[in-house]
C-alpha cells in the first residue's frame, strides 16, 4: 500500500532504495569529498551516439526534422540593425512517439530497465516525460508508474499536467496524483520500495546521454541544409537535462564553436512548494523555478549524483517572461503553420530576441518543439490564471509579475531577452558545493579541479570563491 | 439508501498521504496548513458505495486503498474560451510583413 510506512523510515531508506532502484553504485565514481568521475558515470552506461541511435530507433525516436522558419527570420529582420538577424531553425521534436524530446530520455531507461529484468518502472514527474516513459514502457511490454503534483488544495488541476495525467492513462500507465509540495519525494520512494521497479529518473546518466543524440543530429541537419554548424542553439531549461545531452551531442557532432544557451521563462518571487502558487505559474517547466535550483546545485535530484550538470555546458543563460512566450507561440502557429508548445516556446521567444543581436547569415536553432493539446496550450494557461485572479493584458513585457500579471507585448519589439548573471551562478553553485560538505575534512586538488570543471573556470577563481565563502560565513 | 457501484467498475480513490501540521519542515506556512492529497485510478476491487474506503486494482495490477470519490472520473481539461489578449496578434505581425495575407 503506497505510503504506508512512515515519512521518516522511508527517507532514512532512500539510499538503499535509490541504489536498487537505478542499480548504479554511485559510490565507485567518488573521487574526492566534492569530486566524483562525471565522464566515467555518463560513459559506464556502454552507449555512445551510435548505439544510443540503434536503441532509439527501433521505437521511432528521433529523426527529427528540422524546420526553417523563413517568416519569423524575417519578422526578425524587419527589427533588427541593417545586416542583422540570423536565420531561425526549429528541431520539430513534436515528431516523437509521445510528442517531445522527453522520449529520448526516456528510451535507453526503459530499454536499460527491460535489459536488467525489472518488471516496471517509475518516474516521478509532473510533465511530457512521464508520457514519454509510459509511452517507451507500452512498447517494452513493461509496467509503468507515474507520480505527478497534480492538483492544488481546492483541487483545482494544473491543466498542462491534467493532459499528462490523460496521457500517461492513456499509454496504461498507473498515475499517481498528488496535491502540492516536495513530499512528492516520500511517495516516490514508497512506490520503488514497494514494487522493485526501475527508477526512471530524469537525472540518471541513461537520461542525458539519451538527449545526446538530439544535439548530434541538428548539427549535421543545420551542416546539411546550410553548410556550416549552428551558430547559437537554445534550449529551454528547467532541470538541466535538455542542456547538458544537447551540449555534450553537439560537440560530438564536432560542433565545438556552436554557443549554448539556456533559457527559461521568469517566475521570480513564485513559491514551487506554495500551494497557493501552484495554478498562479502558468508553466509547468522550463521557468527560473527549476532553473536556479538546479543551476546552482544539481545534486538536490532523486538520484545520488545528477547526470544533468549544466553549469558545465551554458555558454549564456537568459530569461523571458511568460507573456513573452505566449506571443510567440501565437506567432509560430501563424506565421509559420506550426501550432506547438509551450516549452519549446520559450526557446523560440529567447531566438526571437537573440537573432536580431546576431549577422544575417548566422544560424540559430531552437533544439525542440513539444505536441499541443487541451490543456497544453496558451488557451487553456489564460483561462486558468484569469480565473485564478493573475491580471492578463497587452502592454510592456517589462511589467510582467509573476503570479499578478502577465502582459502580452503590443508589438514583436517589446521581446527582449534578460540575461542571468552568470558569475552570480558560479558563486552560488560553489557557495552550494560548500554547504553541502561543511564540517567534512577539507578540500583536496581534486575537489578543486572537479569545482573548476563543474563552473567553467579555473582553480584559481574557485580558491578565491572558497576563500571569499569563508571569509562572509 | 446509497447507490452501489459495481465490482470492476473503473473508479478514483483519494486519500490523505500526511496530514495538515505534518508536512515536511521546508514547505512553506500555507502548504503546511493543508494536507498531502493522492488521487489514484483504478477498478474497483468490490461493490462499494461513493465515500466507503475500498481496495482498487490499477492498471498495473496494484492494489490500493482510500475512499471512493469518483466513478469513470472525467477529463475535463480543455482549451476554453478564446483570449482577446492574443486574437489580434497574427493580424498584428503580418501587417508588419506587408499585409499581404489577410492582415491589416
Not at chain 1, 135 to 157: H, L, N, P, T
Not at chain 1, 308 to 313: E, F, G, M, S
Not at chain 1, 404 to 413: D, G, N
Not at chain 2, 23 to 39: D, I, K, N, Y
Request: proline fraction near 4%; charged fraction near 25%; include cysteine.
Amino acid at each position: 500500500m503506497t505510503a504506508a510506512l512512515s515519512y521518516e523510515a522511508v527517507l532514512a531508506d532512500r539510499d538503499a532504495i535509490m541504489r536498487a532502484s537505478v542499480g548504479i553504485d554511485y559510490q565507485q565514481y567518488v573521487t574526492g569529498v566534492l569530486a566524483f568521475d562525471y565522464e566515467r558515470l555518463l560513459a559506464d552506461t556502454g552507449y555512445d551516439i551510435q548505439r544510443t541511435q540503434d536503441v532509439q530507433s527501433r521505437t521511432g525516436v528521433g529523426n527529427t526534422p528540422l524546420i526553417e522558419l523563413h517568416h519569423i527570420t524575417s519578422l526578425v529582420r524587419f527589427l533588427a540593425a541593417p545586416g542583422k538577424g540570423a536565420r531561425i531553425f526549429v528541431k520539430d521534436e513534436a515528431a516523437n512517439p509521445s510528442g517531445s524530446f522527453k522520449d529520448r530520455r526516456a528510451s535507453l531507461s526503459v530499454y536499460e530497465a527491460k535489459r536488467r529484468g525489472y518488471e516496471g518502472v517509475v518516474a516521478a514527474t509532473s510533465g511530457n516525460y512521464g508520457a514519454a516513459v509510459a509511452s517507451q514502457a507500452a512498447k517494452a511490454g513493461m509496467r509503468c508508474i507515474v507520480v505527478q503534483e497534480a492538483f492544488d488544495s481546492q483541487g483545482i488541476a494544473q491543466p498542462e499536467i491534467a493532459e499528462k495525467t490523460r496521457a500517461c492513462e492513456a499509454y496504461g500507465a498507473e498515475v499517481i496524483r498528488l496535491s502540492v509540495g516536495p513530499e512528492l519525494f516520500y511517495v516516490f520512494l514508497c512506490v520503488l520500495k514497494e514494487t522493485g521497479y526501475f527508477n526512471a529518473s530524469l537525472y540518471t546518466p541513461y537520461s542525458i546521454v539519451g538527449i545526446e543524440t538530439l544535439g548530434y543530429e541538428l548539427a549535421g541537419q543545420v551542416q546539411e541544409q546550410t553548410g556550416r554548424f549552428p551558430d547559437l542553439v537554445i534550449a529551454t531549461h528547467a532541470g538541466g537535462g535538455n542542456v547538458t545531452g544537447t551540449a555534450r551531442g553537439l560537440r560530438k557532432a564536432g560542433a565545438v564553436d556552436t554557443k549554448v544557451v539556456a533559457a527559461s521563462v521568469d517566475l521570480t518571487g513564485l513559491h514551487m512548494a506554495s500551494d497557493r502558487d501552484f495554478n498562479r505559474k502558468s508553466f509547468t517547466t522550463g521557468h527560473t523555478g527549476f532553473s536556479m535550483p538546479f543551476t546552482t546545485w544539481p545534486d538536490r535530484a532523486d538520484v545520488p549524483r545528477n547526470a544533468a550538470r549544466p553549469l558545465r555546458y551554458i555558454d549564456r543563460f537568459v530569461t523571458v517572461t511568460q507573456g513573452e512566450v505566449f506571443y510567440m507561440t501565437q506567432v509560430l502557429a501563424e506565421l509559420e503553420g506550426l501550432e506547438r508548445g509551450p516549452a519549446g516556446n520559450t526557446s523560440l521567444a529567447a531566438a526571437f530576441s537573440m537573432a536580431q543581436e546576431l549577422d544575417a547569415d548566422q544560424i540559430v536553432v531552437i533544439q525542440e518543439t513539444e505536441y499541443t493539446g487541451a490543456g497544453k496550450h496558451p488557451l487553456a494557461q489564460l483561462n486558468l490564471a484569469k480565473q485564478m485572479g493573475v491580471e492578463v493584458r497587452r502592454g510592456d513585457p517589462r511589467d510582467n509579475k509573476p503570479g499578478q500579471r502577465i502582459v502580452i507585448p503590443e508589438h514583436p519589439s517589446q521581446i527582449a531577452v534578460v540575461d542571468v548573471d552568470l558569475e552570480h551562478v558560479r558563486r552560488s553553485y560553489v557557495r552550494h558545493a560548500l554547504e553541502a560538505v561543511h564540517g567534512e575534512q577539507p578540500m583536496s586538488e581534486i575537489d578543486l579541479d572537479f569545482l573548476a570543471a563543474e563552473t567553467r573556470s579555473s582553480r584559481a577563481y574557485v580558491k578565491e570563491a572558497v576563500n571569499e565563502w569563508h571569509r562572509t560565513t | 439508501m446509497a447507490e452501489y457501484i459495481e465490482k470492476g467498475t473503473w473508479v478514483e480513490i483519494h486519500r490523505i498521504v500526511l496530514p495538515a501540521g505534518q508536512r515536511a519542515s521546508q514547505v512553506p506556512g500555507e502548504t503546511q496548513q493543508v494536507p498531502l492529497e493522492m488521487r489514484v485510478k483504478g477498478f474497483l476491487a468490490e461493490r462499494s458505495s461513493l465515500g466507503d474506503e475500498v481496495e482498487i486494482v490499477t492498471s498495473v495490477g496494484r492494489r490500493l486503498r482510500g475512499m471512493l470519490t469518483d466513478v469513470n472520473p472525467a477529463y475535463t481539461h480543455s482549451f476554453g474560451s478564446p483570449v482577446p489578449e492574443l486574437l489580434m496578434i497574427g493580424r498584428e505581425v503580418r501587417t508588419i510583413l506587408g499585409g499581404t495575407r489577410g492582415g491589416g
